[in-house]
């Protein structure tokens, strides 16, 4: 849940990698509920096993987060993260990649990544 902190909205991030939770439907619910508002997110930003037809609009107003950013096993088009401005990496995906995107397609072809938002990130 965020909470406000010196005008900025702060956000716990998670650490569950690859790791969903029992279906598609709470993994988006549990996603929205932990990023909705959110500015800085303290901790990882993990967008994993996200269905096409999801509204992910909640995540633009995120602008830091502090550990890693993982986007993985997904079957949207697009990911709205135009107000993301730094990764700081204090924690690293595979202590290897402060930005982690992979596997974002389906296997038929039919739904995947195509655009990334991430027009403000120095």
Known sequence: MPVDLLALTVCAGTENKLSSLSDLEQQYR?????????EVVMGNLEITSI?????????????????YVLVALNQFRYLPLENLRIIRGTKLYEDRYALAIFLNYRK?????????????LT
């Open 30 to 38: 549990a996603l929205r509920k932990y990023y909705e508002n959110c």
């Open 51 to 67: 269905e096409h037809n999801r509204d992910l609009s909640f995540l633009r107003s995120i602008r830091e987060v502090t550990g």
């Open 108 to 120: 038929d072809g039919n739904f995947g990544l195509q655009e990334l938002g991430l027009k403000n």
